[in-house]
């Protein structure tokens, strides 16, 4: 069984920054891409930014120059540092990572829990 834990996350004043973690454990031989979703209430899940396993990364038009994605492959952890924080930016952060559990085996994505981050005065 694979398991993602989210970390980070909470409440932040607009122009501040707060910073992500994820990190996956259990059964992996190898993981994928990684990303960051968000949903606000109600409203859809939206892609915020991946990275893939050779370190390209990707940005949704909203947070480019302000969000930063990176990853440790030796620790199987996806980062997202998050500056200049605006009110629209409060959501639930979801990360996934793509991971082949086995030589053999076919590609998965997993989901974190999410993590509520605030950006409120």
């Known amino acids: 069984q694979v398991q993602l834990v989210e970390s980070g996350g909470g409440l932040v004043q607009p122009g501040g920054s707060l910073g992500l973690s994820c990190a996956a454990s259990?059964?992996?031989?190898?993981?994928?891409?990684m990303g960051w979703y968000r949903q606000a209430p109600g409203k859809e899940r939206e892609l915020v930014a991946t990275i893939t396993s050779g370190g390209s990364t990707n940005y949704a038009d909203s947070v480019k120059g302000r969000f930063t994605i990176s990853r440790d492959n030796a620790k199987n952890t996806v980062y997202l540092q998050m500056n200049s924080l605006k009110p629209e930016d409060t959501a639930v952060y979801y990360c996934?990572?793509?991971?082949?559990?086995?030589?053999?085996?076919?590609?998965?994505?997993?989901w974190g829990q999410g993590t509520q981050v605030t950006v409120s005065s």
């Open positions: 996934t990572q793509y991971i082949l559990r086995d030589a053999g085996d076919r590609l998965y994505d997993y």
């Open positions: 259990g059964r992996i031989f190898s993981i994928f891409t």
